[in-house]
């Protein structure tokens, strides 16, 4: 990398870090530092929530799928735009509506309100795990965008200093930074791919006559996709809508419900078509360089040999200019760092306000900020320590998304929406929906029909919720009991 590049690169991290030290005294109570004083606008909520779902691992996810099937990938994020619009529609009147009533600030709290604090406290155990494990996708992402970029650099380099940059911004500014630095990074990432990554790289690699010539067909077609491929991708991204913490906080911190739902209707439109397309597409043109014969010089003489979530960040800088790659580069380090910032304070969120709290209270709102900070940096130390152990982004994201979703996903519609279900069968499902996933994630098998382990955990996770509930009828909540 050139030097004006790596000079614009290091000006765009210093301006992130001091996003953080400029709210890092911002904060006067826990509300402050989670959920930004409640007092957001749609705009910034909306391009911080697409920001934070479509960011690194999705971007550099994207450009991995792109590179292996070609522009059918963005269908993936299709389940991202019915995701966003079923929420807003069924969810969000619901939960903002109970939310401002009772003051919640987490989504387990919900969980309390239906359940009590024992299935509160494993909603929170089972959430901040999820979350931990996200954050260590998006610095991974991160990661390989570096290496790939930088010669020199090591894997494990590139993960220490991308993990330091993250939870030490973060860790300072908490939402307030994580929204206004989403919304700024969201921009650059835009700008960067629409004049920038696509123009270049189309020209690049010939053109259409290029494209056509280096790939199959079929990867130009919108239909080469399978059923169960669009079913894995539906029960494993689509229910996150429902049960992810970074949206709650977003939902809690909007000035009201109507601005909550524009927000939402605001994303689902940049999650599908915009960044799927563009997303993937930059993969594509990643896997007709790769044919091409454009990585050699860099050791991968052709695309069967290269790591697939490689190609987008090779491509990127083969084809451009010096000062460009700077810019481009920022452009991807914003998405990585949108998701990252905030998954980790959704993380942080669930560790303070559902599990220690749970059991040592904050005694004065002095106390508190500094706790939420000081769990963002934990968090942050051992999501990096994770992300170290592992190799593909794309993967250990939806592992995370999965082991939050098949646990938390059928207590949270049988609270809302049927009024039979009790305690012991919310209790029952977070814990036999979780570990069936994980199970069978973990062993290899070759599952009936081709569909993903989390079909088969929320499956689990329903019939027991449905079993106990019926068959052991009793209050939801402890106090109903007395």
């Not at 998006?138 to 090591?154: R, V």
């Not at 609270?415 to 305690?423: H, K, N, V």
Request: net charge negative.
């Amino acid at each position: 990398m050139h030097i004006i590049d790596g000079v614009i690169f290091g000006l765009y991290m210093l301006g992130v870090l001091g996003i953080g030290y400029y709210f890092m005294h911002d904060h006067d109570t826990a509300d402050d530092y989670y959920l930004a004083g409640r007092d957001m606008s749609s705009g910034h909520i909306g391009l911080s929530v697409v920001a934070t779902d479509v960011g690194g691992g999705f971007s550099i996810g994207l450009g991995g799928l792109g590179f292996m099937m070609g522009l059918s990938g963005s269908w993936m994020l299709f389940t991202g735009l019915l995701g966003a619009w079923i929420s807003a529609v069924v969810l969000i009147p619901r939960v903002k509506a109970l939310g401002e009533a009772e003051h919640y600030s987490t989504f387990p709290a919900l969980f309390n309100h239906f359940y009590g604090p024992t299935a509160a406290l494993l909603a929170g155990i089972i959430s901040a795990l999820g979350y931990a494990g996200f954050t260590s996708s998006q610095i991974l992402a991160g990661a390989k965008l570096a290496t790939a970029t930088f010669e020199p650099l090591s894997l494990t380099t590139a993960l220490i200093a991308m993990g330091i940059i993250v939870v030490v911004y973060t860790g300072m500014g908490g939402m307030k930074a994580v929204i206004y630095t989403d919304t700024v990074q969201w921009i650059i990432l835009m700008s960067g791919l629409i004049f920038i990554g696509l123009p270049l790289s189309y020209v690049a690699v010939g053109g259409y006559a290029g494209i056509t010539a280096a790939v199959d067909p079929s990867m130009l077609s919108l239909t080469d996709v399978t059923p169960v491929r669009l079913i894995n991708w539906g029960v494993t991204i689509l229910p996150i809508w429902f049960v992810g913490m970074t949206l709650y906080q977003r939902i809690y911190a909007a000035r009201d419900t109507q601005t909550a739902q524009r927000a939402w209707y605001l994303a689902g439109l940049f999650e599908w078509p915009v960044m799927a397309f563009m997303g993937v597409t930059l993969g594509l043109f990643g896997r007709v360089a790769a044919e091409q014969g454009m990585f050699a010089p860099m050791g991968y003489p052709s695309a069967a040999v290269m790591d697939a979530e490689m190609g987008l960040p090779l491509l990127l800088r083969t084809v451009l200019p010096v000062g460009l790659l700077g810019l481009m580069l920022s452009a991807y380090f914003s998405a990585i760092m949108s998701t990252a910032d905030s998954c980790l304070v959704a993380a942080s969120g669930n560790l303070t306000s559902d599990i220690i709290d749970a059991f040592l209270p904050s005694e004065t709102h002095a106390q508190a900020v500094q706790r939420s900070q000081w769990a963002t940096v934990g968090l942050g130390s051992a999501a990096l320590v994770l992300a170290l152990s592992m190799e593909n982004v794309l993967n250990l994201m939806l592992k995370s998304y999965a082991f939050m979703v098949s646990g938390l996903l059928v207590p949270l519609l049988g609270a809302l929406f049927t009024s039979w279900g009790t305690r012991a069968g919310a209790i029952g499902a977070m814990l036999v929906g979780g570990t069936t996933t994980v199970a069978l994630g973990a062993s290899g098998w070759a599952l009936p029909w081709g569909l993903d382990a989390n079909a088969f955990g929320i499956a689990a996770a329903a019939a027991v919720y449905s079993a106990v509930s019926l068959g052991w009828p009793q209050p939801a909540h402890p106090t109903e009991a007395a």
